[in-house]
Each structure stands twice: as structure tokens, then as C-alpha cells.
């Protein structure tokens, strides 16, 4: 004998999750024009990274929703708005990445501008280069590791 499939009816699933239908600013302020220089009505149907908002999340109907992001691309267009915003955020501390320690086994840190692996200076040039950097108070002085020329 095949099993029957139970007809349970009763709620869908998605009906305790249904929230309430999001009202438009637009249909609340009782905006009669929506202008590409009214900044600060437009920068409500924007992310923070200058994204137009979707209709689900702003709560405009779908002529609204046309009318708004047309008068976003040309404030944008204008130089009124942004295109994208750049938001930047903070990275966690440094010692999060585990037990790699200060510099890990990458090795120590080098300057593009200091002396490369290949050419360390010896120990006569490095005193003498010493030397030259604190004996200068304010004075530019260049000084070179000695070697052949």
C-alpha cells in the first residue's frame, strides 16, 4: 500500500516570520515631486555606502522606487551625491593571528629604503654611518656605506 501524503492545513510556515508592510517617507511626508536636488530626502533611500536602498528595505512601492532612484543617478550625475563611499573599518589588534608572535616566521620588517639581505653594510661602515646621523642636529647630511666604487 503507497503512502499517503497528509493534507495538513492550517498557517503557512513564513507566516509568524511576515513583519509589517514598511511605510514610504515619501508617502508619509506626503512628498508631491521628488526633486534630484533634495539631498536629504534622497540620502534616506541610501546605504552608507551610498547604495540605493531596495524597495523591500525602504518601503516604497514600485513608482515610487523608479522616481527615486532616477533622481539619485542624476544628483549623482550632478555631483550632489556619491557613487560609492568608502567606509573604512577598524582591524582587529594584532595579536589575533594566533601564536606567529611580533613578525612571525616571515622575519623582521625591512624599509623599501634602507639596505637590502645582499647588501648589509660592514661593521666599520655601519659605525661611520652612525656616526654621521648623530652628529647631524637639523643638518642634512648624506652619508654613504663605504665600498668599492
Same mark, same amino acid.
Given at each position: 500500500?503507497?503512502?499517503?501524503?497528509?493534507?495538513?492545513?492550517?498557517?503557512?510556515?513564513?507566516?509568524?516570520?511576515?513583519?509589517?508592510?514598511?511605510?514610504?517617507?515619501?508617502?508619509?511626508?506626503?512628498?508631491?515631486?521628488?526633486?534630484?536636488?533634495? *539631498?536629504?530626502?534622497? /540620502? #534616506?533611500?541610501?546605504? =552608507? %555606502?551610498?547604495?540605493?536602498?531596495? +524597495?523591500?528595505?525602504? &518601503?516604497?512601492?514600485?513608482?515610487?522606487?523608479?522616481?527615486?532612484?532616477?533622481?539619485?543617478?542624476?544628483?549623482?550625475?550632478?555631483?550632489?551625491?556619491?557613487?560609492?563611499?568608502? *567606509?573604512?573599518?577598524? /582591524? #582587529?589588534?594584532?595579536? =589575533? %593571528?594566533?601564536?606567529?608572535?611580533? +613578525?612571525?616566521?616571515? &622575519?623582521?620588517?625591512?624599509?623599501?629604503?634602507?639596505?637590502?639581505?645582499?647588501?648589509?653594510?660592514?661593521?666599520?661602515?655601519?659605525?661611520?654611518?652612525?656616526?654621521?646621523?648623530?652628529?647631524?642636529?637639523?643638518?642634512?647630511?648624506?652619508?654613504?656605506?663605504?665600498?668599492?666604487?
Amino acid at each position: 500500500m503507497a503512502k499517503t501524503r497528509s493534507t495538513r492545513r492550517g498557517k503557512p510556515k513564513d507566516a509568524n516570520r511576515r513583519s509589517k508592510k514598511k511605510i514610504s517617507p515619501i508617502s508619509t511626508d506626503k512628498v508631491d515631486y521628488v526633486d534630484y536636488k533634495d *539631498v536629504e530626502l534622497l /540620502r #534616506r533611500f541610501m546605504s =552608507d %555606502r551610498a547604495k540605493i536602498r531596495s +524597495r523591500r528595505v525602504s &518601503g516604497n512601492d514600485s513608482q515610487q522606487q523608479r522616481v527615486v532612484a532616477r533622481a539619485i543617478k542624476n544628483a549623482r550625475e550632478m555631483g550632489l551625491l556619491p557613487y560609492a563611499s568608502k *567606509v573604512t573599518t577598524q /582591524r #582587529r589588534g594584532r595579536n =589575533d %593571528r594566533g601564536d606567529r608572535g611580533d +613578525r612571525g616566521d616571515r &622575519g623582521p620588517r625591512r624599509d623599501d629604503k634602507g639596505p637590502r639581505d645582499e647588501e648589509q653594510p660592514t661593521g666599520e661602515a655601519e659605525e661611520t654611518l652612525t656616526e654621521a646621523v648623530e652628529n647631524t642636529e637639523g643638518v642634512t647630511v648624506e652619508a654613504t656605506t663605504g665600498g668599492e666604487e
